[in-house]
C-alpha cells in the first residue's frame, strides 16, 4: 500500500504558474507509474500526466508544452509544474500511484485559474 499527499494548489491568474507535490509514503522505487489526475466540476476524471520508474512521460494534449512532469525518487515525491495556465485548468488534482496491480490516489488539491 501507499499513501499520496499532494500540496502546492491554490488561485492562480491566467498564464500563471503553479507547482504540485505529491509526497509519497513509502519508497517510489517500487512503483513503476505514478501521475497526475484531474477533475473538473461536474466532469470525469481525466488523465493528465504519468511518468514511469524509467522516465517514460505521458502527457494529455491539452497540456503538452506547458506542464511538466518529473519525480524524484530518492524524496518520494512527484512534481507536477503548471505554467501558462489557463481558466480550462481548473479542477481538483490528483496524485496517481499504481501498484501491486492497484491504483491508488491522494485526496486532490484544488487548482483554479482565474481570467
Known amino acids: 500500500q501507499v499513501q499520496l499527499v499532494e500540496s502546492g494548489g491554490g488561485l492562480v491568474q491566467a498564464g500563471g504558474s503553479l507547482a504540485l507535490s505529491c509526497a509519497a509514503s513509502?519508497?517510489?522505487?517500487?512503483?513503476?507509474?505514478m501521475g497526475w489526475y484531474r477533475q473538473a466540476p461536474g466532469k470525469q476524471l481525466d488523465l493528465v500526466a504519468t511518468i514511469t520508474l524509467g522516465g517514460s512521460i505521458n502527457y494529455v494534449d491539452s497540456v503538452k508544452g506547458r506542464f511538466a512532469i518529473s519525480r524524484d525518487n530518492a524524496k518520494n515525491t512527484v512534481y507536477l509544474q503548471m505554467n501558462s495556465l489557463k481558466p480550462e485548468d481548473t479542477a481538483v488534482y490528483y496524485c496517481y500511484a499504481r501498484l501491486g496491480g492497484w491504483n491508488y490516489w491522494g485526496q486532490g488539491t484544488q487548482v483554479t485559474v482565474s481570467s
Open positions: 513509502r519508497s517510489i522505487f517500487a512503483i513503476n507509474v
